[in-house]
C-alpha cells in the first residue's frame, strides 16, 4: 500500500474524530447554558414579589444583547467581504497584466456583497 495513502487517510480520519469531539462538546456546552438560564428563570419566576417585571426585564436584555450581537457580526462580515473583494482585485490585476480584458473587476463582487452587509447593518437593521 502506498504510504501517502495511509498518510492521507489518517489525516482524513483524525480531522473527522477533530470535528466530531469539537461539535459534541460545543452542544453539550449550549445544552449546559441552556439548563442553566432555565433554571434561573424558573427560581426567578418562582419567587414571591415582582418576579414577573424582573423577568420581563431580563428577557428584553437578552434579546437586546443578541440583536447587537446579530449586528456586530454582520458590520464585520461586510468588512472582511469587502477586504476579500480588495484583496482579489489586487491578485488579478498584478496576475493578469497581459489580457485586454480588465479581470481584475471580478473583485468587484464580493465588494458589493459586503456594502450590502454594511448597508443592511446600518441603515436597514432593526434599531435598540
Known sequence: MDPRFVSFSLLVVASFCF???MIWS?????????YYRHETLRKISDSQGT???VLLEILREEERIAGRQRRES???SGLVTIAAGVGLAVFLGI???SDRDPAY???VIPMLVGAAFLFYAYVLAPGE
Open 74 to 76: 454582520q458590520k464585520i
Open 19 to 21: 470535528l466530531s469531539v
Open 95 to 97: 496576475v493578469d497584466r
Open 51 to 53: 418576579s414577573s417585571g
Open 26 to 34: 460545543r452542544e453539550r456546552r449550549r445544552e449546559r447554558e441552556a
Open 105 to 107: 473587476l471580478v473583485g
